[in-house]
């Protein structure tokens, strides 16, 4: 009668220690695998600008706001032009995967497909930037220019953004007066402002925005455009031209780019993709 109790509780106590056991164990080899799971993704950009340009600014500062509103998990790292590939070298770059993603203009891929100076330095539609920005959201733009995009074979997912005021005409040695005064002036430009200028009489040479006042400064060209009084000085125009002339219709809807590799950017959590999709529509704003 006294050894039933023993025997029903021994088979008990024996189970539940197991089972605790048994947790334990669980929960020791599910920890770290919770960990590797939101451990941060980190991307290597590189801008078209040089590190002392405002547009290299905008890029650190949007790669900033976007870390910060992932908590970290996503880092985003961004370099100056030519610290992996020449500024005009950026889209084969992002569309290769050497590089995660970068920030320019679309301009600069106008040699590759010349539909994309829609984005950029086309011609006076009737459109400011704004404008264009509205008509790529919601007018389908987009759609457009995905499909202008692969058929480059671009493995990129873009994002225009950032408003533009219409460009000076640039800076010049002499003034100019009269569309005539173009001929045979060597022309720092992009885009279809190329063909524009070519049209007119000049010897164009596109070249990128850290190139422009070296090229000035030994008489490569005789004059330039790059795009807003503040960038121009900053990278030292004045140093070498002494006549800015304001206002202008190359460049009347211009706005910035954000790329990135295709296969990187449809790999990450759709959290992350919102809050990049947001931040963009934000820094427009």
């Known amino acids: ?70 908590g970290g998990d996503l880092k985003i790292e961004v370099l100056p032009a030519g610290a992996v590939v020449p500024a005009f070298g950026l889209l084969d770059a992002v569309s290769k995967g050497t590089l995660d993603g970068g920030h320019g203009v679309l301009v600069y891929h106008y040699g590759k497909q010349t539909a994309l100076a829609l984005w950029g330095s086309g011609p006076g539609y009737g459109m400011d930037a704004n404008m264009l920005l509205s008509w790529h959201k919601y007018g389908g733009g987009k759609q457009l220019l995905n499909k202008l995009y692969a058929s480059i074979g671009a493995n990129v997912v873009s994002f225009p953004y950032g408003p533009m005021a219409t460009q000076p005409l640039g800076w010049y040695k002499k003034q100019i007066t009269k569309p005539d005064d173009f001929k045979g002036l060597k022309f720092r430009t992009v885009g279809i402002s190329i063909d524009v200028f070519q049209g007119m009489g000049a010897a164009v040479n596109a070249l990128p925005g850290g190139e422009i006042v070296p090229a000035l400064d030994r008489g490569l060209i005789d004059a330039a455009e790059f795009n807003n009084a503040t960038s121009d000085r900053i990278l030292g125009f004045a140093d070498v031209s002494k006549i800015c002339m304001l206002q202008s219709y190359h460049q009347n809807a211009e706005q910035l780019e954000i790329t990135f590799n295709k296969a990187k950017f449809d790999a990450l959590p759709d959290k992350m993709k919102a809050i990049i999709e947001n931040a963009v529509e934000a820094a427009s704003a």
């Open 1 to 70: 009668m006294n050894e039933s109790p023993t025997v029903t509780e021994t088979p008990r106590r024996k189970f539940l220690q197991g089972a605790a056991l048994a947790a334990t164990g669980a929960a020791a080899l599910g920890f770290p695998m919770v960990a590797k799971a939101q451990g941060p993704i980190s991307m290597r950009w590189q801008s078209t600008w040089p590190q002392k340009d405002i547009f290299h600014e905008y890029a650190l500062d949007f790669a900033k706001k976007v870390n910060d509103m992932t």
